[in-house]
């Protein structure tokens, strides 16, 4: 009887673990099919427009640089058939997709080449708001056009969305919105209690050239814990402002955009700059460009905000907090 007693117990057991195990797999493939696009889909891009995509896309066109590192570490880049001009000198493409410099040229923001996206015979082409001309001509053409706009973190997050939802890959969206919120909360709780550095951006044509708030580079700064001097710019992009402005403003560091046209030698020896208490203190620092320019709204853009933080606060974030960083962010989506 005691034998017979447990081994109903046993069975009892085995009966609700199966269960579970079964409940626990069923609940993880609804999960799993509730991030897959059920088409037609229909969403609303940056220029307010609600574009319907009939079926899954797999011919892919991208007008500039900053959409296709999305699709790039979206795992979609093996479905681009047409790509923006100068694709050869993406260091990007040639460590991690060396086929990309070899697709049609499409152009870029100044020129977009309408003919040759046309001809590529795209399912969905993905550009800039700052291009509704080219959007339009497509739209009228009948081809599926999304644009975008990530300049603020919202818009960041939304681009992921977008083109995970347009192109089936919102599981891997989820992972790169992730990975981003995870890295900006784990660089906040280092920087806790840290003094904010006040600091000025140069801009990459000219020293005097700086981004206001209503740039992405803005958002990099403050993920950085740092104050940007020019937040009182808020009529415009990039602003250029005088040799007596930026020593009224006096920044505890200057930060040289990763494609400055001048060095951290030129600002430190320009005779105009040498009472700011950064230039006195040695404080100006290039941004790194080796593989890519993190000052720009690209799915990398928070290593920027890692970077500038190891240089103000090397207390609080190491070199090998922003190597590790780096290496993880590269190794998961490229």
Do not use: H
Request: aromatic content about 8%; hydrophobic content about 40%; overall charge negative.
């Amino acid at each position: 009887m005691l034998l017979a007693s447990v081994m109903v117990l046993s069975l009892a057991a085995c009966s609700n673990q199966s269960a579970e195990e079964n409940s626990s797999s069923q609940s993880s493939s609804e999960q799993t099919a509730s991030l897959e696009t059920t088409y037609p889909v229909t969403i609303t891009d940056a220029l307010g427009r609600e574009v319907t995509i009939e079926e899954e896309p797999e011919r892919l066109v991208s007008g500039y640089y900053i959409t296709t590192s999305y699709l790039a570490a979206l795992d979609l880049d093996e479905k681009l058939v047409g790509i923006e001009a100068k694709a050869d000198t993406r260091e990007l493409y040639k460590l991690a997709a060396p086929e990309l410099p070899s697709l049609p040229n499409v152009g870029s923001l100044k020129q977009f080449s309408l003919e040759t996206c046309v001809s590529t015979e795209p399912d969905l082409v993905i550009l800039s708001a700052k291009v509704p001309d080219a959007v339009a001509k497509l739209e009228e053409l009948g081809i599926p056009v999304i644009a975008v706009n990530p300049e603020s973190e919202k818009e960041f997050k939304e681009t992921i969305s977008m083109i995970g939802t347009a192109c089936n890959v919102q599981e891997r969206a989820n992972e790169l919105t992730e990975s981003y919120d995870k890295a900006i909360a784990d660089l906040a709780a280092k920087l806790e209690g840290v003094e904010p550095a006040r600091v000025y951006l140069g801009g990459n044509s000219a020293f005097l050239s700086t981004a206001g708030p209503a740039m992405f580079q803005d958002l990099l700064i403050r993920n950085a814990g740092a104050e940007n001097v020019a937040s009182e710019i808020t009529d415009t992009y990039w602003a250029t402002v005088s040799y007596e402005q930026l020593l009224a403003w006096n920044p505890d560091a200057i930060i040289l955009a990763p494609q400055a046209e001048y060095t951290v030698d030129d600002v430190l020896n320009d005779p105009a700059l040498a009472d700011l208490d950064a230039v006195k203190n040695g404080k100006v620092y290039a941004m790194p460009n080796v593989i890519e320019s993190w000052d720009s709204p690209i799915p990398s853009s928070y290593l920027g905000s890692i970077w500038m933080a190891s240089v103000l606060y090397p207390d609080a974030v190491s070199t090998e907090d922003y190597t590790k960083a780096c290496l993880d962010f590269y190794q998961q989506f490229y």
